[in-house]
């Protein structure tokens, strides 16, 4: 399993322990504190900002100062920063069950970054058993959103059919989105494109290209995804 670099969010602040992507590890959480759901209330801003800086200076004592009383009152962001303390044992005593419940709670308030690393935990049997149709649903609503990581799990579970129907060329098309997404760069979906490319004929490549172009419209990835599962003949 993969340290999955952040996808960008111009909405969202993001915090990456530098030390830690890309290295080899058990886990598939990203190290970052992030949220598209913006606060209002100035207090609570604060809390975020200083948390956000005590990630940053490795301080995790302080960031789970700061950190907690947000979560506990109901903030996305908060909620999923926990999930990331628990689930690294930063600042607190490493629980996986309780990193997948904070994610849990964030991930259904839309938080597309605790819904991605709640999927990963899912898919690769991280503090509990490996189940694949719960990965492909909290991949699906991150992926929804953009998430570039998202995007390439979830192809990967409709390539080999792991917890949703096989679909290559679902696959083709989520990949292709994902590294259309990701900008330039080597990504994992793109090496993912050129392996299934070898085992798709020409008509379904065409067939996923077709379909790329539609979840590229502008504001089209979510209705445009749904309505290819709702119509597909398998």
Known sequence: MKWHMPHQDKTAM????ASLLRAACKT???????????????????????AAAAFAAGDYAKALQE???????????????????????????????????????????????AQYNLGAMYEHG?????????????????AEMGDIDALSNL??????????????????ALYNVSVAYAGKGKTQAAQNRQVLANQMSLDDVKKALALTEELLKPGQLKPALAAYLQERPH
Request: hydrophobic letters at 45%; proline letters at 5%; charged letters at 20%.
């Open 14 to 17: 993001k915090m990456i322990d």
């Open 67 to 113: 950190t907690r009383p947000l979560a506990e009152s109901g903030d996305a962001r908060g909620e999923y920063a926990m999930g990331v303390l628990y689930e690294n044992g930063y600042g607190v005593t490493k629980d996986l069950k309780l990193a997948a419940a904070w994610y849990l709670k964030a991930a259904q308030q839309g938080n597309a970054d």
């Open 126 to 142: 991280v503090g509990m058993a490996v189940n694949y149709p719960e990965a492909a649903r909290w991949y699906r609503p991150a």
């Open 155 to 172: 192809g990967v579970l409709y390539q080999g059919g792991k917890g949703v129907p096989q679909d290559k060329i679902l696959a083709m």
């Open 28 to 50: 598939a959480v990203r190290l970052l504190l992030c949220s598209s759901l913006a606060l209002t209330v100035q207090p609570a801003q604060a809390g975020f900002d200083e």
